[in-house]
């Protein structure tokens, strides 16, 4: 059980959450009220992976994906292809692993077709070339709406996420994954209370990739909705996560993180 000092991650209650993305990693919850507000979502980070992006494209014919991720693309694809047919003269690689990279290029150049934008850009404040700021993909967009964001860039969320109650206007619903927490809790503590001055937390769940230091996910995943937009008084009635039947863990064969939480 956590200490009482963690209550400030507690969940509101929403009876709507769904599930977008596979039931494992790259799975998250939403809410369906979110879902309807509007029809454009924003991503940061998607490795190999982007089931949730394009389950955002099914639920609404009308939805739109602009996602960033300078860590992927069609030469990276090509050579990890190449690379694993080379290994496999070496026994350093599997006919698996082929097939493996080969789905995985065919997947990212069906994306190419789809609804699904993909920017070859790191998300940063550093002002580099390639590097864009949560506010030039906002406008990158040219969205007229609010919009959805998920961001999951591997520690740099703390950075790019420092000013984002500035956009709070724009951005309806938010979902993080924070990772380091066993080294960056105070930072994390400070940034959540500072997001928590315009959006309210409707679900968490620990990463079981990662593990925990003191009964806490080392890696943690948030959804938050904006107070403007949803909040009704929304009580705090649930202690224990996961939830059974929305949430997996992200890791399959591993048992899943028990997050439970002291009623005061």
């Known amino acids: ?77 090509l050579f990890g292809f190449y690379k694993s047919i080379k290994r496999i003269f070496y026994f350093k690689s599997s006919f698996k692993n082929i097939f493996n990279k080969t789905k995985e290029l065919l997947k990212y150049l069906k994306l ?3 609804k699904i934008r993909h920017y ?26 609010k919009m959805m964001l998920k961001v999951d860039i591997e520690g740099d969320e703390f950075e ?18 924070f990772h380091q927490l066993d080294i960056n809790l105070i930072k994390f503590e400070k940034l959540i209370k500072e997001i928590q001055r315009k959006y309210y937390i409707v679900h968490i769940h620990g990463n079981n990739h990662t593990g925990c230091k003191n009964e806490f996910p080392k890696t943690l995943e948030i959804t938050f909705l904006n107070n403007q937009d949803f909040f009704k008084g929304n009580k705090q009635t649930k202690f224990n996560f996961p ?22």
Do not use: C
């Open 243 to 264: 939830i059974d039947k929305l949430d997996f863990p992200n890791l399959q064969y591993a048992k899943d993180i028990e997050i439970k939480f002291q009623k005061e």
């Open 120 to 145: 070859k850009n790191k998300i940063s404040t550093d002002k580099l070339p390639l590097s864009k700021s949560l506010g030039e993909s906002i406008l990158e967009s040219n969205y007229s709406g």
């Open 160 to 177: 790019v996420l420092n000013n984002i109650n500035l956009y709070s206007e724009k951005i309806h619903t938010l979902i993080v994954e």
């Open 112 to 114: 190419q077709k789809s």
């Open 1 to 77: 059980m956590l200490d009482l000092s963690f209550n400030y991650l507690i969940p509101f209650d929403e009876d709507d959450l769904i599930r977008l993305g596979i039931e494992k990693d790259g799975g998250y919850i939403v809410s369906k009220k979110s879902l309807a507000k509007g029809h454009f979502l924003l991503s940061f980070g998607m490795s190999n992976e982007w089931s949730f992006e394009e389950d955002f494209i099914k639920y609404d014919s009308r939805n739109l994906v602009n996602i960033y991720d300078h860590t992927v693309g069609l030469n990276n694809l």
